[in-house]
């Protein structure tokens, strides 16, 4: 079977192919007892795991996304918020 690459033209376009799988993640992390938003998890990955990556596939994006650690997603947002406050 032939694999199709699909493009994306933004991060937008990406983003809003991505958004069930970030969607889904945000409701595991709250049977966590973590609050996190879609665009957290969006930023924790673009940051930490695809940011030195090239030529990733739909599907490693969408594994990478349901793999998110909880306390690693915590500890990135803390940071955020922390740094955003000075």
């Known amino acids: 079977m032939a694999q199709t690459e699909e493009k994306f033209n933004s991060l937008t376009e990406l983003y809003n192919r991505l958004l069930p799988a970030l ?5 595991e992390l709250a049977k966590e007892k973590l609050k996190v938003e879609a665009n957290d998890i969006w930023a924790y990955c673009l940051k930490c795991k695809w940011q030195s990556r090239k030529d990733l596939r739909i599907y490693e994006l969408v594994d990478d996304i349901l793999n998110v650690d909880a306390y690693k997603i915590s500890l990135f947002l803390k940071n955020k918020y922390n740094y955003e406050e000075l």
């Open 23 to 27: 969607k889904v993640k945000c409701e």
